[in-house]
């Protein structure tokens, strides 16, 4: 088809259906396009020789359009088309664009544009073409390629575009590489085909796909490098072949279409991969610190995150955030260990941007000690779950860079400062006011407010989950992930103080509120209800049991997880789960086991949909006590005990005995404090500092993230259906490979739907890699994809993901990864691998 004709069939044609086409041709190209549109029912008014004539010609005709006497009607102008209202006012024939149609109409009517649509195989050499003449003729333009349509490659490849045969070249189909092997004759088409499209004649003289293969990606991939290079290319690597200008479009919509194509990923990864290491970019490339807006190459990756890394320490948040969206969308996000620095970057800039925002406000949130809990109930909790978050990124990094150590001191300095204005605050507020606050819920009400009306109407059966050091922010990540199983309400509770375990679930017992004492007896605290010690966990299980008796029974949440068949007897009303998961791990090793958290809200939403089939109707779920993490603390950031008789210290967090304050603690009578005891005051730092240096954890004091703790009342529905009958999970790795070398391995998760109904519906998986006891080996880093609280991954029906599992470090052999549902633990989908490391 000559480039006349596809204008007339595939362009004018077209818009000759809306039955008034009006052509503006100042360079007076297409008269005679628009004379040979002229035919029975279409009318063609040429403007050309007389004006007024013309008028009365297209009025006529527009009369006989308007009648169906005619279908259309063509007027062709040989100026340019009017460009604004006064123009068009003063055009006798803009009425008819109008009630029709106009060429040219856009950007994609323009000559240059047209030549390309008309033959997309011959991109570059149009491009060629029009960058020597402008304005060249149709002649030339049907000249290119010499009516070459590739029929050869065509067939062979069962492609229809140019590029489609690109991507045959690059990545074939199984069919396609068979035919490349099996048939003859292509070769010759092909070395024209790869010289009109890219603009590159083959240098390989091999006859067969694989090495022809293997030098058109390295062409195409390098091109788009040197296309996107910002400067001029290092002097050892002008001797690789790239493209001519003429042909960027066509390699950036290849690489393009081969990076963002799920088919083609895997293909591209491993490419760009060895040919960076056959070019020796990164060194070549190392003086270089702006390789333009493109990351065909993963060394790239690793600048750009050193200009997002200085963005963050510049303070110039913009710059950081772009790269960021940026990287959102790069390919190699799917690689473990650029994913982890990536990850690492974003939650320290979220911790930094809302630091920032809430230190603007902290001068209204800090009028009353009321209005700064509220504050912290609906906004400054969300400051510690982004520095928790942070923390967690820093835990599972295999290594960081110099860079991002400087990052995260910006961040947790920032984060720092913040507490301590916070912290500065609240306690003037309870030196003021007290504590617990007038009117606000208070752990020691707990049992009397959600459990005892319950346990009193018949065949009311309650579950009460006691969660050690579930703090607030923790609190509203679970309500979230609850709303599948029941209705959740959330309520805010003030912890008792001292903010330590034996204390904090002692005051979630019954009667706590009006019988709880706090007493030192030879050096240990020891509380009571009544003359009931409740100090550990058997006395606290005993004053329940010997209250409810047989109505009474308990177990760890780990035990009625891991359990098929849990005992419960029918006659329990009041089931005590509990769990010191979060606190213990905490305790031990802060620094490695924030990743645990998720476990610990995972294990209570499956206890829920398993207290759902024992007949359960609520679950109330509290917590002793928060936490605070100290992950910031520099050298020296310790507070020195006031002077006194101090009888007991709470965790390196408290003081109770007798002592006078200074200009570092705050002592008050325990009174004030909420606290009924036999030592008769209460010392505290100012700060956020211990009494001793090293806590990296701590609890036991008064500051907001201590002493603000969640109350969870969930109703349990029925059984719910599982909802994953209706959809079919996949899991697959490498395209089929059963060894994975990293211990960062990439997973592809798909979900397809499995009738009608599920086409709109998302859900809710869990990913694990589990050995042969069970036992999980692997877990989904945190990521755009994957929920940081639960590590549950949410996906639509045709939707694919690829899942980062990081493996545990000293795990090595055999091992499946699952997709479970997060409600049941059932499986949906596995997959057997092994490992191909030493650890």
Known sequence: MSIAEYIRDDILKLRLKAECLVVYDPDQRYRDICLDLAEDQVAVIDTSASSIESREQAQAAFLKVASSSLKGMVVYIPTAAPATDEQRQKDPFAIYVQCGAQFPDSDGDEYFN?????????????????????????????????????????ATLQADSAVDILIAFLVPTEAQQQALKTETGWLPEAKDFFKATLGHTLKTRAKSWSPIAEELWRFVLFSEFVFDLPVPLPEALHAVPYGPSEAEVVVCDLCDRLRNDQRYQEAYLERAEAIEAELNLPPLCADIDDLGQLNTFPFEERTFLQRAVQGI??????????????????????KGENQEQWSLLQAALNLIVICEDVDRQLPEFGRSQESLINAYVESLRQVDQRQRELEESVGNAIALSDSLDAVLDAARSCYRRLTEKIQALFTRQLEHSGWP??????????????????????????????????????GTELEKLLTEVGIVEMHTACAQLPTITPVGMASLLPDAHNSLTLDIEQGKLVPK???????????????????????????????????????????????????????????????????????????????????????????IIVSDHGFFLNAQAEAGDVCSKPQGNWLYTAHDRMLLGNGTADAHNLVLSADKLGIRSNAAQVALPKTMAPYRAGHLYFHGGASLA??????????????????????????????GSKRITTRLPRIELSLLAGNLFSQASACELLLEAQDAQGEVVGEPRPSEDVNPATRTITLFPGETKQIVLRMDAMFEG????????????????????????TV
Not at 123 to 137: A, L, V
Not at 464 to 472: F, G, K
Not at 549 to 567: C, H, Q, S, V, Y
Not at 706 to 733: G, K
Request: net charge positive; hydrophobic share 40%.
């Open 114 to 154: 047209l030549c390309l649509k008309a033959k997309p195989e011959h991109n570059t050499e149009i491009r060629r073409i029009f960058q020597n003449n402008p304005n060249p003729p149709f002649a030339t333009i049907d000249a290119v390629g010499g009516g070459i349509s590739w029929p050869q490659l065509r």
């Open 313 to 334: 320490l510049d303070g110039d948040l913009d710059i950081t955030r772009d790269l960021l969206t940026r990287h959102s969308q790069s390919i190699w996000r799917s």
């Open 437 to 474: 606050p007038a009117g606000r819920l208070t752990n020691t009400e707990v049992f009397k407010r959600f459990l005892a009306p319950r346990l009193s109407e018949k065949g009311q059966r309650l579950a009460y989950l006691m969660i050690d050091a579930l703090r607030y922010e923790l």
């Open 529 to 619: 209800i009544g003359d009931v010690v409740v100090s550990n966990v058997t006395q606290r299980m005993g004053y329940l049991k010997k209250q409810f008796g047989d109505r009474f029974a308990e177990m760890t949440l780990r035990d009625f997880i891991t359990k098929k068949n849990p005992r419960v007897d029918p006659t329990v009303d009041l089931l005590v789960l509990r769990s010191t998961e979060i606190d213990s791990q905490l305790e031990s090793n802060p620094e490695d086991t924030l990743s645990l958290i998720p476990k610990t809200l995972k294990q209570i939403r499956v206890a829920l949909t398993k207290l759902v089939k024992l007949g359960f109707q609520e679950a």
């Open 706 to 735: 201590e002493a603000i703790v969640p109350v969870l009342v969930v109703r349990l529905d029925s059984e719910p259906v599982e909802r994953l009958e209706q959809f079919q999970v996949e899991l697959s790795y490498k395209r």
């Open 814 to 837: 055999k091992f499946t990864v699952k997709a479970l549902d997060p409600n049941t633990l059932r499986t949906y989908a596995s997959l057997n691998l092994e490992t191909d490391y």
